[in-house]
């Protein structure tokens, strides 16, 4: 996989999920990352993302809006959530928007490779 995006609000969070990705085995070229949607937004406009990692409850633009807008875009990443909070209705309203997974705070090292290998997978097979 070529870039992550990692688009969190809390700094802490952030570094605890690249440290997992870097860790994972799983490769991954540009570990790139964000605290709000807007950000992630300009980013998605000039640079070509294979797997988002998003927040939900982020300031400014949260991450429900930014898989709204996303869904204009000529490439489209990949969109996994990671979330503290278990709203199952949230979470169907965004797979039903083609979000791929949704992980729940803390994010377990082994379940977060398990998004990145299938993200790898999926992102061999568009090329």
Do not use: W
């Amino acid at each position: 996989m070529n870039t992550l995006l990692i688009v969190e609000d809390e700094k802490e969070s952030r570094q605890a999920v690249k440290t997992i990705v870097r860790r994972s085995g799983v490769p991954v070229s540009n570990i790139m990352e964000c605290g709000d949607g807007r950000t992630a937004l300009e980013i998605l406009e000039n640079q070509q993302v294979d797997l988002m990692l998003i927040g939900i409850r982020m300031p400014g633009m949260d991450g429900v809006s930014l898989v709204e807008a996303i869904q204009g875009l000529k490439h489209k990443p990949l969109v996994a959530v990671i979330s503290g909070c278990d709203d199952f209705a949230c979470a169907v309203r965004l797979m039903r928007m083609g979000v791929r997974d949704y992980l729940l705070k803390p994010v377990e090292d082994r379940k977060l490779k398990s998004v990145l290998q299938k993200a790898v997978l999926k992102t061999e097979r568009r090329s």
